[in-house]
């Protein structure tokens, strides 16, 4: 395109070595002026979308979920790394589950590691943001490993990213008993107390794997606190945790960088950045449905505090949406399905936790929370996702308003727990097309209603819906004309 290929340095990382990298440039900036990407509006730009051939892209393109997370994050994630130089995580930890497919069809579970780790050109990024269980993330990359990914030099891990222990795992499973009737349902994986010794200024980085002396002190510190908290309850032992993360430091630290800077010269070199959301916006910790939230910022603002990257540099934000909603653990789900139907399409769109195997709760696609969440993010195109698991009912209900019991009518997702527990949800019926739609790929040739059900989601939404999800694969998806 008539400039020669960027030179970028791959950061440190095992193997770690300089690879030539083309950066695509659309045509505004091949000409000297930066490109613009109005929100809502299509983005038109020299990416070419590996789901369809059709141009899509934005230098920093930021995917998010816009319900109780398990949208199919990663499937998009995934067909947009092909196209990108740096996919990046900002928030959450191991309690965030993505499965993804290569393009032979095998499946991948990722917890930790960045959706675009299946992308050989792609460098994937573990932001400052993320609580990191070194455990967990290695055994994750060993499996990756023995089924032949390639990670050499291709991950970096934050040197300001809190690390998570086994104390934390502890301390989250004797909070939850604490709570009897009333728990949270995390997910166990130590996500909430992590977070909690980060707020408390207790917790460990990854940059102090470099001071072993000072790195015992701190996590005596840390223990002494969860002790007096939990006296007499706790397994963990100080010493065999130093020991052992004497050695887990030395495999570590070649995978660790100032991701900061990485992520803001990749910017200003030109380079494409995709970011990755964890959970989604209704488990948000300010704007979910508190106290049932997870414990970091799976919203807009979460990936720039998570990253260091100015919001001004974020050009796309894409919300996927799954076609009906699911909820693990609990809390208010106003559009939740009981009964038969709930059995079936859980049945159906094998709805079981990729982190933690437990089956979701199901519900009709909630429609004043979406128009919440598009606001909170300013989202500017939808991923629909599992349209197909619809395909065998003859009615499909979308919950379009909330009546609190006063009779008032709400516009958004209200903030009192109690509020939002009682309110009585109006729905508006979709006839469904009761045909198979798994092997489409093209807009024109889903059957009309499910057109219809998709152009009802915009109208609500006022979002334009772009990508559509009709099954597992890498490759079961339609690309709505913009």
């Not at 579970?109 to 993330?137: K, R």
């Not at 050009?315 to 799954?322: Q, R, Y």
Request: charged share 25%; with cysteine; aromatic share 6%.
């Amino acid at each position: 395109m008539g400039r020669p290929p960027v030179l970028i340095q791959r950061p440190p990382g095992p193997a770690s070595h300089l690879a030539w990298l083309r950066v695509v440039r659309c045509p505004a900036s091949l000409a000297g002026r930066r490109c613009a990407y109005p929100q809502r509006r299509p983005i038109a730009c020299a990416a070419a979308s590996a789901a369809s051939g059709e141009t899509f892209g934005a230098q920093v393109c930021t995917v998010l979920g816009t319900q109780w997370g398990d949208e199919g994050k990663g499937k998009l994630v995934d067909i947009l790394a092909q196209q990108y130089d740096v996919v990046a995580r900002a928030q959450g930890g191991a309690n965030a589950g993505h499965t993804i497919y290569d393009p032979q069809g095998n499946k991948y579970a990722l917890h930790l590691v960045p959706s675009g780790i299946l992308n050989e050109d792609a460098t994937c990024v573990i932001g400052n943001g993320v609580v990191v269980h070194l455990p967990g993330l290695f055994e994750e990359l060993d499996s990756l490993i023995s089924r032949g990914v390639n990670i050499d030099g291709r991950l970096i891990l934050s040197d300001r990213a809190h690390l998570l222990f086994d104390l934390h795992k502890e301390v989250d499973g004797l909070r939850e008993a604490e709570l009897a009737g009333k728990k949270i349902g995390t997910t166990g994986r130590g996500i909430g107390p992590a977070y909690a010794s980060k707020a408390n200024r207790l917790g460990l980085r990854v940059c102090d794997l470099k001071h072993l002396p000072s790195f015992g002190e701190k996590l005596t510190k840390l223990m002494d606190d969860a002790t007096r908290r939990f006296d007499g309850a706790l397994k963990s032992n100080v010493d065999e945790e130093v020991e052992r993360y004497k050695g887990l430091a030395k495999r570590a630290l070649p995978y660790v960088g100032d991701t900061v800077s990485l992520i803001n010269d990749a910017y200003e070199d030109g380079k494409r950045i995709l970011i990755e959301g964890g959970q989604a916006t209704l488990l948000d910790l300010d704007f979910g449905t508190y106290p049932f939230v997870t414990s970091s910022n799976p919203s807009i603002g979460g990936v720039t505090s998570g990253l260091g990257l100015p919001p001004s540099k974020i050009e796309a934000l894409i919300g996927v949406v799954k076609a009906y909603t699911t909820r693990v653990g609990s809390g208010p789900y106003p559009t939740e399905i009981m009964g038969q139907l709930g059995d079936e399409l859980r049945q159906m769109g094998g709805e079981y936790g990729t982190t933690t195997g437990r089956p979701r709760r199901i519900g009709w696609l909630d429609m004043v929370a979406l128009r919440y969440v598009c606001r909170i993010n300013g989202l500017t195109h939808l991923n629909l996702t599992k349209l197909d698991v619809l395909s065998s009912l003859d009615v499909i209900k979308i919950g379009t308003t909330y009546k609190a019991p006063d009779s008032e009518f709400l516009n958004s997702v209200p903030a009192a727990l109690e509020t939002l527990e009682s309110i009585e949800v109006g729905y508006e019926e979709l006839p469904g097309w009761k045909t198979d739609i798994s092997s489409i790929r093209k807009w024109d040739d889903l059957p009309a209603n499910a057109q219809k059900y998709v152009e009802r989601i915009e109208e609500l939404a006022g979002v334009p819906v772009h990508w559509i999800g009709v099954g597992p694969g890498r490759d079961a998806m339609v690309v709505k004309p913009l």
